[in-house]
């Protein structure tokens, strides 16, 4: 994580940024024109903030990748072991294990659809979704051709290097 040399006005925008859960655009706006610096100052520190936030954006989004495996790591061993208990309870003809903390029983679920063949089954045993072809209606405005309920627009962003 890269921290950047902020003032200590920015910092005041920083920590209000961390410790808001919402934030309010409006004291937001206000906290920053009330800085009494030249615009392109207050550009330039304004984008030191923008900067500590994306290396926080990345180490909190390694963390919830780390935690994702994690817990997909646990739910796996989750049920390994219930099938453990479940294949042994069935070989030793039990149903149900009654404990101090827990009750343990096999159970039949409810009926479900195993598909065998998909191509032998009906036509209107399928879901279709409809989805606008973004990159063709593109290449047809971009060719002069009118698609009803489709433009072109061009937007702006900004960027910081």
């Known amino acids: 994580m890269q921290l950047y040399n902020l003032t200590a006005n920015y910092q005041q925008i920083a920590d209000y940024i961390d410790s808001a ?3 309010d655009e409006s004291l937001l706006i206000d906290t920053w024109e009330s800085i009494d610096e030249a615009f392109e ?8 903030v923008i900067k500590n936030n994306d290396a926080d954006i990345e180490t909190i ?3 919830i990748r780390r935690l994702q495996k994690l817990k997909q790591t646990k739910a796996n061993a ?3 072991l219930k099938g453990y208990i479940k294949d042994n309870m069935l070989q030793l003809d039990k ?12 159970r039949n679920n409810a ?8 191509s032998a089954l009906p036509e209107d ?6 989805t606008p072809d973004k990159t063709a209606i593109k290449e047809a405005l971009k060719n002069g051709h ?3 309920g489709a433009t072109l627009k061009r937007t702006q962003s900004l960027q910081i290097r």
Not at 41 to 48: E, G, L, N, Q, R
Not at 125 to 130: G, I, L, Q
Request: proline share 0%; no cysteine.
């Open 21 to 23: 859960e919402e934030l």
């Open 41 to 48: 100052d207050k550009v330039i520190s304004t984008a030191y």
């Open 61 to 63: 989004s390694n963390e």
């Open 78 to 80: 989750n049920e390994r």
């Open 95 to 106: 149903t149900k294990i009654k404990g101090d903390l827990f009750n343990v029983s096999v």
């Open 111 to 118: 009926e479900s659809v195993e598909i065998l063949n998909e």
């Open 125 to 130: 045993a399928f879901k279709t979704t409809r």
């Open 146 to 148: 009118v698609v009803d």
